[in-house]
């Protein structure tokens, strides 16, 4: 059973920052490309980063580039969302995933095969 757990949610004034955690459990974390998607009231979830199994490769969405940072550690299965300069439209539950049996574009949803329950980010203006 793979579970993904998010953590570090929060409320934030915007301009501030948050850093988010997501742990997994898995046998083999070290392999699998992550991602963290965002869903933000009546719109579609939407990517917002991704990361390869070595951390030698990052996406990021245009809305997000140069204020948010992914990182892994392999050793404590965890992938983190370092997220600077906080606006209101940042709002969103965030939502970490894992690629374990799918391949194909790190940007899409339907790639990923687990996903964490989703931590609730909101910034105020």
């Known amino acids: 059973q793979v579970q993904l757990v998010e953590s570090g949610g929060g409320l934030v004034q915007a301009g501030g920052s948050l850093r988010l955690s997501c742990v997994i459990s898995?046998?083999?974390?070290?392999?699998?490309?992550m991602g963290w998607f965002r869903q933000a009231p009546g719109k579609e979830r939407e990517f917002v980063s991704a990361?390869?199994?070595?951390?030698?490769?990052?996406y990021y969405a245009d809305s997000v580039k140069g204020r948010f940072t992914i990182s892994r550690d392999n050793g404590k299965n965890t992938v983190y969302l370092q997220m600077n300069s906080l606006k209101s439209e940042d709002t969103a539950v965030y939502y970490c995933?894992?690629?374990?049996?799918?391949?194909?574009?790190?940007?899409?949803?339907?790639?990923?095969?687990?996903w964490g329950q989703g931590t609730q980010v909101t910034v105020s203006s």
């Open positions: 995933a894992v690629q374990l049996y799918n391949s194909g574009s790190l940007y899409q949803e339907r790639n990923y095969d687990y």
């Open positions: 898995a046998r083999s974390f070290s392999g699998f490309p």
């Open positions: 990361i390869t199994w070595s951390a030698d490769l990052t």
